[in-house]
T-cell receptor
Framework: GNSVTQMEGPVTLSEEAFLTINCTYTATGYPSLFWYVQYPGEGLQLLLK?????DKGSNKGFEATYRKETTSFHLEKGSVQVSDSAVYFC???????????????FGTGTLLAVQP | KAGVTQTPRYLIKTRGQQVTLSCSPI?????VSWYQQTPGQGLQFLFE???????NKGNFPGRFSGRQFSNSRSEMNVSTLELGDSALYLC??????????????FGQGTRLTVV
């Protein structure tokens, strides 16, 4: 079945450090890939997405490239800020037998803590 | 444009009771999905509705049910509550364009505590 694996946290970085959170997936067909962020006490916010191989999603300095050959969608940011501290979720959406579906399959989440 | 609205934000219920949670999607969004978030199991898909029809269902017992109204608002119901049902329940809405879903927008969730 479809699944997402992301690196365990917490990830603790100093401000302005480089961030990488690894995400790999298993899916039949051609899934869409997403990164969501969750701040304390909040719901999920879409950070970026990619819908086909070699697409690069980017937003607020974060980037991730859809790599079909390695089934990966790693999240990167060149210089993190304290305000980036949150839980980050990698997710995929794959068409079902009945066609389009909004079912998202999430990784376990990675807590990022950025220290000043 | 208003976001996804979930009510109530917090609920405390007793074992054996039932509960109904509500979700109002973004205007124009006809797909609504529900997720359960717990520390142990993470984010798990409950079900998805589109045009008042359940389009997909996760692996949850029949105590979990949902429905969608003609205005796309959705409710989920949990009957005979168990302690393990304590969780953050998240609703997401999505625009359907040319038969395909666009990205999902989430509400802030309803925090259910079963005592």
């Amino acid at each position: 079945g479809n699944s997402v694996t992301q690196m365990e946290g917490p990830v603790t970085l100093s401000e302005e450090a480089f961030l990488t959170i690894n995400c790999t997936y298993t899916a039949t067909g051609y899934p869409s890939l997403f990164w969501y962020v969750q701040y304390p006490g909040e719901g999920l916010q879409l950070l970026l997405k990619a819908t086909k191989a070699d697409d690069k999603g980017s937003n607020k300095g974060f980037e991730a490239t859809y790599r079909k050959e390695t089934t990966s969608f790693h999240l990167e940011k060149g210089s993190v800020q304290v305000s980036d501290s949150a839980v980050y979720f990698c997710a995929l959406s794959a068409p079902g037998y009945g066609g389009a579906t909004n079912k998202l399959i999430f990784g376990t989440g990675t807590l990022l803590a950025v220290q000043p | 444009k208003a976001g996804v609205t979930q009510t109530p934000r917090y609920l405390i219920k007793t074992r054996g009771q039932q509960v109904t949670l509500s979700c109002s999607p973004i205007s124009g969004h006809r797909s609504v999905s529900w997720y359960q978030q717990t520390p142990g199991q993470g984010l798990q898909f409950l079900f998805e509705y589109f045009s008042e029809t359940q389009r997909n269902k996760g692996n949850f017992p029949g105590r979990f049910s949902g429905r969608q109204f003609s205005n796309s608002r959705s409710e989920m119901n949990v009957s005979t509550l168990e302690l393990g049902d304590s969780a953050l329940y998240l609703c997401a809405s999505s625009l359907v364009y040319r038969g395909q879903n666009t990205e999902a927008f989430f509400g802030q969730g309803t925090r259910l505590t079963v005592v």
